[in-house]
């Protein structure tokens, strides 16, 4: 009796698994800028789909994933910035709770080996299990957002369309949320049509190339302008929340007030910069460069023990180079919009 | 008149042929000095060797034990075989590729509350109480180097259908190395040392082959 019970479960798993596959999802393949690195999220357990994505970037604009439903994670990551926190030197949650550290901008994510200023997050897809949990950020629980989402039926159709289950996993959740930011590709700034041969530089702009790549390129790694490994880079440990950085992830003595290399794509638009905010215009970057190191700084990375030196001139041509790393089409693409 | 006796007992333990039990046996009963509100463990990659030299590893083996789910420290092992078991191996925490594979499902699900968001990877195991009044606070995790928690362990075992594994923690609790660490909370020196002990409070119960 009881075998045949079993049977006969085992006959409706089986039959579901199926009807699972069974439903048509409009697979994505993203495409990848010829010659870059390969990158580091394969999709391999997360295969591309346009419901995936669609679901995901509702996701990521829904505020009701936040305890008191007011902020979403576009509120600290807005697209016409790169999708970080316009003017915020470090993100403000809900309340006007501010956290400590500054939004980073949300570009080629798939090519990071890790996330966060501290590297402590280890796989795109938990990311966002921190922000919904943050006391600071969205101060909610994922049950709390899972209880949300199987509460609507919209969001159970959604669910239902990219993954062939109306009820909402905090899997399915975290799958379709990475569908998302992992599309989040720029690759078609002037400096990529320029290295394409299909635009020239200014002679200004191409004076700026060769000073970053004499000066800046070691850690700003081209194509992707950053690097998947931390440093200091000279800044001194801020006053107000005391990071220590990538320490206190490894806790190891000598990872203290390393940070992320991030990466300058869009640097234009991403301000304000460095993992507190402390700089709002590129030229205080560049004199933090010139003039800002202590190069006798125990923590700074040797590739800056050198001092630079830039003249004024030189100055507004690296400017002029960093802003050829805008990329509007990025910017301004619908798909990654708010969804209507 | 043997196999009759083993489907009586298939029939009386709930087993079918096929099926092996691992019960695991919290033994926290308030003692005076210590009190335990919570107690939480992942065991994986559970893996039986039969005295005939062979033997069954259960696949995608992980199981979150919970003191407050009853249900959660008995385990039933498909596919396994009615053989007499020598030995069990398994690890008391989460493998390292658990811990980068992303978002999972399961006893792997990171609403379970076993799992850290800012430094990501699995809580292998948490004791939370009070210890001579004092309260005590242990998540223990870390998957990296030498600061990996998870810890690996075979028991021999003379059992055909039914393990039960005893986990006693209070000894460790109250043993003095502890007596100064009242709390921790993120992967480094001190959780892995506390791995190191937490490992040495299980064993068999011969009496219950």
Not at chain 1, 212 to 239: I, Q, V, W, Y
Not at chain 2, 105 to 116: A, E, R, V
Request: proline residues 4%; aromatic residues 12%.
């Amino acid at each position: 009796m009881n075998k045949w019970f079993f049977t006969l479960l085992i006959a409706l798993g089986v039959m579901l698994a199926s009807f699972r596959l069974a439903i048509d999802t409009n697979p994505l393949i993203l495409e990848l800028p010829d010659k870059w690195p390969t990158p580091v999220y394969t999709f391999a357990t997360n295969p591309l789909t346009e419901e995936g994505f669609q679901l995901g970037r509702k996701l990521f604009y829904d505020p009701n994933l936040s305890r008191d439903q007011t902020i979403s994670c576009a509120s600290c990551h807005l697209q016409y910035t790169g999708f970080t926190h316009v003017d915020h030197n470090v993100s403000h949650g809900i309340e006007g709770r501010k956290g400590t550290r500054n939004a980073p901008a949300l570009i080629n994510l798939i090519w990071n080996s890790s996330f966060h200023w501290d590297g402590g997050v280890n796989n795109l897809e938990v990311q966002p299990i921190n922000p919904i949990q943050h006391p600071a950020e969205m101060d909610n629980t994922l049950a709390a957002v899972l209880e949300y989402l199987n509460e609507s039926k919209e969001y159970k159709a959604l669910f239902y369309a990219a993954f062939g289950d109306s009820t909402a996993s905090s899997k399915q959740l975290l799958k379709s949320i990475a569908q998302f930011t992992s599309s989040l590709i720029s690759s078609n700034s002037k400096y990529d049509q320029y290295i394409r041969k299909e635009v020239d530089f200014t002679k200004q702009e191409k004076n700026g190339l060769k000073l970053f790549r004499k000066n800046c390129a070691a850690c700003h790694k081209e194509p992707l302008f950053n690097m998947n490994d931390f440093a200091s880079n000279g800044l001194t440990m801020d006053t107000a929340y005391n990071d220590v950085g990538r320490y206190a992830i490894s806790q190891i003595g000598t990872d203290s007030l390393q940070f992320r290399v991030p990466t300058l794509r869009n640097i234009e638009y991403t301000f304000p910069y460095m993992h507190d905010g402390r700089f709002r215009k590129l030229k205080e970057v560049l004199n933090h460069y010139t003039d800002g190191i202590e190069t006798d700084n125990p923590y700074l990375s040797k590739k800056l023990r050198n001092k630079i030196v830039l003249s004024p001139e030189e100055k507004k041509d690296l400017i002029a180079f960093l802003h050829t790393l805008t990329d509007r089409e990025f910017l301004y693409n619908r798909r990654f919009s708010f969804p209507r | 008149m043997r196999s009759v006796f083993i489907i009586a007992f298939l029939v009386s333990s709930g087993l079918s042929s096929g099926q092996t039990s691992v019960n695991f046996e919290l033994a926290v009963e308030n003692n005076e000095n210590v009190e335990i509100s919570v107690f939480r463990f992942y065991i994986s990659n559970i893996i039986l060797n039969y005295s005939d030299g062979s033997n069954f590893s259960e696949k995608n083996s992980y199981h979150l034990i919970d003191l407050d789910e009853p249900k959660s420290q008995h385990l039933t092992l498909n596919g396994s075989s009615d053989k007499e078991i020598q030995q069990i191996t398994f690890t008391i925490g989460t493998d390292s590729l658990v811990n980068v594979s992303g978002a999972l499902d399961g006893d792997l699900d990171p609403i379970k509350g076993m799992y850290w968001a800012w430094n990501t990877g699995y809580i292998n195991f948490k004791i939370e109480g009070k210890r001579n009044e004092q309260p005590f606070e242990y998540h223990i995790g870390g998957y990296t180097g030498k600061h990996a928690t998870a810890r690996t362990i075979s028991l021999p075992v003379k059992a055909e259908k039914s393990i039960h594994v005893n986990v006693q923690p209070i000894p460790i609790l109250l043993s003095p190395d502890l007596s100064k660490a009242t709390s921790v909370l993120i992967p480094g020196e001190e959780a892995s040392k506390m791995a190191d002990f937490f490992q040495t409070s299980f064993d068999i119960l011969l009496e219950n082959e």
